[in-house]
């Protein structure tokens, strides 16, 4: 876990035999969602929103997808981890 005196964030690679499609993207928006601060979901340089269903989609992100997830407050870092643990699980697919 990578630590600055802003942001929290962490890497994960997409599993699933599908990739990060519109009901994974679900499931992170819905712990998304809970946090107080903003929680971004980034791929290759580009960062969308992570409570944000249609903004994931556009990363395209196919099985074997790299991506970092960053949340803006140490006090969501519960957040974090279960999103990072969701994506590590392939979403419960």
Request: net charge negative; proline share 0%.
């Amino acid at each position: 876990m990578a630590y600055s005196d802003k942001d929290i964030s962490e890497d994960a690679v997409i599993v699933n035999e599908l990739g990060l499609h519109a009901r994974s993207a679900a499931k992170i928006a819905e712990i998304a969602r809970l946090a107080a601060s903003d929680v971004w979901i980034i791929k290759g340089g580009e960062k969308v929103d992570a409570k944000s269903i249609i903004d994931m989609l556009t990363l395209a992100c196919t099985k074997g997808s790299n991506i970092t997830i960053k949340i803006d407050s140490h006090s969501d870092t519960e957040i974090l981890n279960r999103i990072v643990a969701l994506v590590e699980s392939g979403f419960g697919e």
